[in-house]
């Protein structure tokens, strides 16, 4: 049976998602946070997005990967964006912890992303997968994505072009978790905005140059 990649469901909800980053990344492109991945509940995408989106999962391409947000940047939507801008432009990703995504490649098999993420860095690594934690067909998969991977690692856009779309999605989700937390400790204890210290750096103060 034919595997799909990058799609499962929640533990907490059962609501169906799609993984756009397996991972969380700092500006050099490194892990920082193994812990969350960004994903998209697929059944709150606009509906004109939907077939676009899925096409863009079941594709070719978006199967020889492991990382979906490569095909997401050169996949487009009915408008003519490109899914992975648009998906930032509209804040349709959310910061989901990997053990809370079952991912779920067949009715066959389940696997927490937070497993599969270790799993794969072991094979990464060259080393052998723990016995008794995954089927044969986990393996197998696996290993298909890593060879995919291998393969395509490149996907015609350059290394800087798919830092800057790792922080901007990162930086929509710190935005909206942050006018979150605004929100709730203003019900919670309403202060006055005007007299809320503002963001940014402070004005530079201007100082006469008093000579004796």
């Not at 595997?3 to 500006?27: C, P």
């Given at each position: 049976?034919?595997?799909?990649?990058?799609?499962?469901?929640?533990?907490?909800?059962?609501?169906?998602?799609?993984?756009?980053?397996?991972?969380?990344?700092?500006?050099?492109?490194?892990?920082?946070?193994?812990?969350?991945?960004?994903?998209?509940?697929?059944?709150?995408?606009?509906?004109?997005?939907?077939?676009?989106?899925?096409?863009?999962?079941?594709?070719?391409?978006?199967?020889?990967?492991?990382?979906?947000?490569?095909?997401?940047?050169?996949?487009?939507?009915?408008?003519?964006?490109?899914?992975?801008?648009?998906?930032?432009?509209?804040?349709?990703?959310?910061?989901?912890?990997?053990?809370?995504?079952?991912?779920?490649?067949?009715?066959?098999?389940?696997?927490?992303?937070?497993?599969?993420?270790?799993?794969?860095?072991?094979?990464?690594?060259?080393?052998?997968?723990?016995?008794?934690?995954?089927?044969?067909?986990?393996?197998?998969?696996?290993?298909?994505?890593?060879?995919?991977?291998?393969?395509?690692?490149?996907?015609?856009?350059?290394?800087?072009?798919?830092?800057?779309?790792?922080?901007?999605?990162?930086?929509?989700?710190?935005?909206?978790?942050?006018?979150?937390?605004?929100?709730?400790?203003?019900?919670?204890?309403?202060?006055?905005?005007?007299?809320?210290?503002?963001?940014?750096?402070?004005?530079?103060?201007?100082?006469?140059?008093v000579t004796g």
């Amino acid at each position: 049976m034919a595997m799909t990649k990058h799609v499962g469901r929640l533990v907490s909800t059962g609501k169906k998602v799609a993984v756009i980053f397996r991972y969380m990344y700092d500006d050099e492109g490194k892990v920082t946070d193994k812990t969350h991945a960004l994903a998209v509940d697929t059944d709150a995408l606009p509906n004109m997005w939907v077939d676009s989106f899925m096409d863009a999962v079941l594709s070719t391409e978006g199967q020889d990967t492991i990382d979906f947000y490569e095909v997401c940047m050169r996949k487009t939507l009915p408008d003519g964006r490109f899914i992975l801008p648009a998906l930032v432009q509209e804040g349709r990703m959310r910061k989901i912890r990997t053990n809370d995504i079952m991912m779920e490649p067949d009715k066959q098999v389940r696997i927490t992303l937070s497993d599969l993420n270790e799993q794969l860095a072991l094979i990464d690594k060259g080393e052998s997968e723990p016995s008794g934690n995954l089927t044969s067909a986990d393996a197998i998969e696996m290993v298909d994505n890593r060879e995919a991977t291998g393969a395509n690692n490149t996907l015609g856009q350059t290394e800087q072009e798919t830092r800057a779309w790792q922080l901007r999605s990162q930086a929509n989700m710190l935005r909206t978790d942050a006018e979150k937390m605004e929100e709730e400790a203003q019900m919670l204890h309403p202060v006055d905005v005007e007299a809320k210290p503002k963001r940014g750096r402070p004005k530079k103060v201007e100082t006469a140059d008093v000579t004796g």
